[in-house]
């Protein structure tokens, strides 16, 4: 059983940048494709960013890129988001998830087996 803790989120302006991180407690965590996901109030939770478990493959939602960048340190077992230019409809709670089947990384929230509790991030405006 993989245990993810996220970290990182709280209030921000708009135009701000903030780094979420999710610690992983698993040793294999560095064969596990890692990706973040987020919810906002009302909303179906979405693909933000994936990366495969070596690092060297990473997925974006097409929205968000350039903004945000999703990297690992595999020696720390965390990975990271970092998010620039914030925007008050970037508000949500996000989500890191781990894939042990697909390792490369997926944009799809089924092919991940373990989730963290969430992070809370706003933005205003």
């Known amino acids: 059983q993989v245990q993810l803790v996220e970290s990182g989120g709280g209030l921000v302006q708009a135009g701000d940048s903030l780094r979420l991180s999710c610690a992983a407690s698993e040793r294999t965590f560095s064969s596990y494709g890692m990706g973040w996901f987020r919810q906002a109030p009302g909303k179906e939770r979405e693909f933000v960013a994936a990366?495969?478990?070596?690092?060297?493959?990473?997925y974006y939602a097409d929205s968000l890129k350039g903004r945000f960048t999703i990297s690992r340190d595999n020696a720390k077992n965390t990975v990271y988001l970092q998010m620039n230019s914030l925007k008050p409809e970037d508000t949500a709670v996000y989500y890191c998830?781990?894939?042990?089947?697909?390792?490369?990384?997926?944009?799809?929230?089924?092919?991940?087996?373990?989730w963290g509790q969430g992070t809370q991030v706003t933005v205003s405006s």
């Open positions: 998830a781990a894939s042990r089947r697909v390792s490369y990384g997926s944009t799809y929230p089924y092919h991940y087996n373990y």
């Open positions: 990366i495969s478990w070596s690092g060297g493959s990473t």
